[in-house]
């Protein structure tokens, strides 16, 4: 069973913007294929999403070139392939491109063919997805944390802190957990206007994204609908506060509230949420290359909260090592498109699972309908998944199948 084929198109993504979708055929005639998600929050250290910068479409957002890419140089590289060795794949892609970052062909094509391959390897042989990735790991659900309010890169404007999210505890299963966090965001709209706060919109991913006049605010009515959904003590926070873009010149500015911190006044703040409010889960709470305050917030807040590096580990093996050995954080945010590969995502993740840290999959701010992630969230048994809130059908696809495949499990 060899790859035959590789084919790609231009698609949107669910803010409008280009991406592409592969297309794997095999020698047995099974064909699959793979949509790739694109960030708006990026990290300076992810690998390279290539764009066409042709002023004349999209605004220089298109990705022909990446297709070209798929069709041309990966598709010469991959026939003959055995399309069931993934790493194989992976590396050879990998070796095509030669650089670290994947800028020569784009880490959205390499990612597009690698999901697509691992697709179609799957059905070829019959077993789902999530049973064909996982290999010799041990699979499981994961626990959603789901977004409820938006602010930052998310939203037309407002609060810098990027997202509010809950995280279900203490249900019988997903399904169960599921209808409460939908009691909870509609408890969170309810919450907002009942306060006169002007609704902007649905955020990116699908979150409240009202117009509040400080991030705390955003806290206390998270906490205000969770207890008036009726789940309290069964619903606790998380924050994405994607630091590293409201920080300049070594410093953090919120400028909703006029306030200015240092990486110790961002600690403090942190804690004082902590102290005051549910929350157990902090991405992102300082920028992505401030590792001596990351060592000193693990040091404060990392026996009572996961501390989560997304644009300080950009899904690498290289910084999350660092990570590890520095004690800058606790947990690594795992996003596909990162890095570029199957095979280096779970890397990441089985890294992290040796030196005892946690790793949560997640989704991006510009999605698809591909419901891949969800297979990708079992398979690993990472035990945590971040796909966004229970509205767009981007969100949903990936919420369906964890229900299809929890059925089924």
Same mark, same amino acid.
């Given at each position: ?48 999403? #290539? ?268 910084? #999350? ?89």
């Amino acid at each position: 069973m060899t790859i035959k084929t590789l084919r790609a198109w231009e698609i949107l993504d669910s803010r409008g913007r280009p991406t592409l979708a592969v297309e794997a055929r095999l020698s047995d005639g099974t064909t699959a294929t793979a949509q790739v998600p694109s960030g708006a929050s990026t990290g300076k250290h992810e690998a390279l999403e #290539l764009r066409d910068r042709d002023p004349a479409r999209y605004a220089g957002r298109g990705v022909l070139r990446a297709v070209a890419n798929v069709e041309g140089v990966l598709q010469a590289a991959l026939s003959g392939c055995p399309a069931e060795d993934q790493a194989t794949v992976d590396r050879r892609m990998i070796a095509v491109d030669g650089t670290p970052d994947k800028r020569n062909l784009g880490a959205n094509a390499i990612l597009g063919v690698s999901c697509a391959v691992a697709r179609a390897a799957a059905m070829a042989q019959g077993v789902p997805l999530w049973k064909r990735l996982a290999g010799d790991r041990e699979p499981r659900m994961p626990v959603p944390m789901v977004n409820i309010v938006s602010g930052g890169l998310h939203t037309l404007g407002g609060i810098e802190v990027q997202d509010f999210l809950v995280i279900p505890h203490g249900f019988d299963s997903l399904a169960d957990s599921l209808e409460a966090v939908v009691r909870v965001h509609a408890f969170a709209r309810r919450t907002i206007e009942k306060h006169g706060y002007a609704l902007t919109g649905v955020a990116d991913e699908g979150g409240w994204g009202p117009a509040l006049d400080s991030n705390e605010r955003a806290l206390a009515i998270l906490d205000e609908a969770i207890e008036a959904s009726g789940c309290g003590g069964r619903m606790s926070i998380a924050i994405d506060v994607a630091a590293s873009h409201f920080h300049r010149d070594g410093a953090y500015f919120l400028e909703t509230e006029g306030r200015r911190l240092d990486a110790a006044g961002m600690t403090d703040l942190l804690e004082s949420w902590c102290d005051r409010f549910p929350v157990i889960s902090i991405e992102d709470a300082l920028d992505e290359d401030d590792w001596a305050g990351w060592k000193q917030l693990t040091a404060r807040l990392g026996a009572r909260a996961q501390l989560i590096g997304d644009d300080l580990f950009t899904t690498n093996t290289v910084r #999350l090592r660092r990570g590890i050995e520095e004690g800058a954080a606790n947990a690594v945010l795992v996003k596909m498109n990162q890095i570029g590969t199957l095979t280096e995502t779970f890397e990441v993740i089985d890294a992290a699972r040796a030196a005892g840290w946690r790793a949560v999959v997640s989704a991006r701010s510009g999605e698809t309908e591909d419901s891949f992630l969800a297979d990708l969230a079992v398979a690993s048994g990472a035990g945590q998944i971040k796909i966004g809130s229970i509205t767009r059908s981007e969100r949903l696809a990936k919420y369906n199948r964890l229900l299809e495949v929890e059925r089924g499990m």
